[in-house]
């Protein structure tokens, strides 16, 4: 027998649905919930419902009932809130958080919002943007180059309104807000961080004290007070709070080189940015080429700041390189000419000046030891070579940061580079750890060819390719032309139990070992003259 429920009249449901405004009364939902129905011109769709805020029966799925309530009571529009289907579903799965003062809040405010609105337009579809752009620039409907800086500026001057004593910089980047405060006068403030960021807040002070380094802790550990401004910052803005050091000056970073028999003088970059000093040490922090290219140094200094001792160090950052064809990628070749340089024994000079004053000079000899460098000029190295590889085959290659190789892909690319380039490759079969070569001849009508390799005579050996051998770099593919393959002294063997067996016409495996002194060579196919004809497997 199914249990009495104290159930809404419609007269009840309309009345909830008419005093909220034909709107949810969730505060953040109202969403309206009446509407034409496509089924007919007298026809209406409602996504509405009458929910009852304490239950309308007992029992399992009576949520928040109430047995005080009398029968008339609990189907009184007193115990009622509209709204939308979704939202009336949520407070009937969650009576914890949805409870009886929340929902009589919620319907107190929502028919408070719709007796405001009776009567008046509302927002319509771009109401906002017309209505920011009249505020920001006294007009609407048209391009608006100044949005960004004049909502900027509106920030900046509320911001100073708070507290005229600091001028306020607002800017906008990357979707994030930053204001930037500058004190007019000396401002006392109480400045407090939060025992469950002292510990962080210490590190860093002293990192910024010592050495300058930026402060940045989050807004959430610092409690200011003395200023409207500082303290609305912190409580309503969720962000965090930077403290630079007041010791920063222009710097120059001036670079070059000088040979291994120091007779020659290769003047390379000058990296512009900025010096910051602490208490212990500085640090120079400069960029050239758009960028690319990133210099840093940093030294211990005494109480009158001048240098003890420090370190050096730079670096490449080829993000501007990203899908920019090898041919035209910006600063390469002076670039790569610093760092082939380096590798090759150049010395990297360098000097330091802060503010148009000499601070030092000094040089770098193991910097092309270090594995940063290494794989830096590594990657150099290889994007000239396959730049080199697809001019020679008129290809067009693309940069792509992502491309991985191993020193597989390495040794082959400079291979191929070296026969397109210059017509050949020779290196010793120790270098490339090369153990053997076989393929299948065929013997001749008098056996001749099989009996010479049976005479114990050291040969040459080449083969052959017949067919354009593809490659694929930075994701591309690229036909290369057929090569030749050789070793200059191998000993043959047989690979046949009993070569007296042998007759003319036959296919026959013969294994070649290369000896200590014999060459790896790649020649273009057109340049070789070959001994033997075959098909060789490696």
């Not at 009508?445 to 083969?463: C, H, K, Q, T, V």
């Amino acid at each position: 027998m199914a249990r009495n429920r104290d159930d809404f009249t419609e007269k009840t449901k309309r009345i909830l649905g008419y005093r909220a405004g034909s709107r949810c009364s969730n505060p953040q939902c109202r969403v309206p919930t009446h509407g034409p129905s496509n089924e007919g011109p007298d026809k209406i769709n409602n996504i509405g419902n009458a929910a009852h805020i304490t239950a309308a029966a007992s029992g399992p799925g009576g949520r928040r009932y109430n047995k005080a309530l009398k029968p008339y009571e609990r189907r009184s529009v007193t115990n009622g809130i509209w709204l939308c289907a979704s939202c009336a579903t949520l407070i009937d799965n969650d009576e914890k958080t949805y409870t009886v003062a929340l929902l009589n809040e919620w319907k107190k405010k929502a028919e408070d919002q719709a007796k405001r609105e009776q009567g008046k337009k509302l927002p319509g579809e771009h109401d906002g943007v017309n209505t920011l752009t009249a505020a920001l620039t006294g007009q609407s409907g048209r391009f608006l180059p100044d949005l960004m800086p004049n909502a900027s500026k509106a920030s900046s001057n509320y911001l100073e309104s708070l507290d005229p004593r600091f001028i306020i910089e607002t800017s906008f980047y990357k979707g994030i807000t930053h204001h930037t405060i500058h004190p007019k006068e000396p401002v006392d403030v109480k400045f407090k961080i939060k025992s469950d960021f002292s510990k962080e807040f210490v590190s860093k002070y002293n990192a910024l004290i010592e050495r300058g380094e930026n402060l940045v802790i989050d807004s959430s550990a610092v409690e200011l007070r003395g200023s409207p401004l500082l303290e609305k910052l912190t409580e309503d803005i969720n962000g965090t709070f930077e403290f630079h050091s007041f010791l920063k000056k222009d710097a120059v970073i001036r670079t070059w080189l000088v040979s291994p028999d120091e007779k020659t003088k290769l003047n390379f970059y000058d990296l512009h940015g900025r010096a910051v000093a602490g208490t212990k040490s500085m640090t120079a922090t400069s960029r050239a080429l758009g960028g690319l290219l990133s210099m840093s140094i940093s030294f211990s200094v005494d109480n009158f700041l001048n240098p003890i001792g420090g370190e050096f160090s730079f670096s490449l950052n080829c993000k501007g390189w990203d899908k920019k064809p090898l041919d035209c990628l910006p600063y390469f070749d002076g670039i790569y000419k610093l760092y082939r340089k380096i590798h090759e024994g150049w010395i990297l000079n360098f000097s330091l000046e802060i503010e148009g004053m000499h601070l030092l000079s000094a040089h770098s000899n193991d910097i092309a030891e270090g594995q940063p460098f290494l794989y830096e000029f590594e990657r150099l190295d290889f994007i000239y070579d396959v730049r080199e590889i697809a001019r020679n085959r008129g290809h067009t290659m693309y940069y792509d940061p992502l491309f991985e190789y191993d020193f597989v892909l390495y040794s082959r690319v400079k291979e191929i580079y070296k026969v397109l380039s210059k017509g050949s490759f020779c290196a010793s079969v120790k270098g490339i750890n090369l153990r053997s070569l076989s393929c299948k001849l065929t013997v001749f009508e008098d056996r001749s060819n099989i009996e010479y390799l049976r005479g114990g005579n050291l040969i040459a050996f080449w083969f052959d390719q017949t067919e354009n051998e593809p490659i694929e770099l930075f994701g591309q593919k690229i036909n290369l032309p057929p090569f030749s393959y050789g070793l200059t002294k191998v000993m043959p063997k047989i690979l046949v139990n009993n070569p007296d067996t042998i007759i003319s016409g036959d296919k026959v495996k013969v294994e070649f070992i290369p000896v200590d002194d014999c060459q790896y060579t790649i020649e273009k196919l057109s340049d070789v003259r070959r001994i033997i004809h075959g098909s060789g497997t490696g």
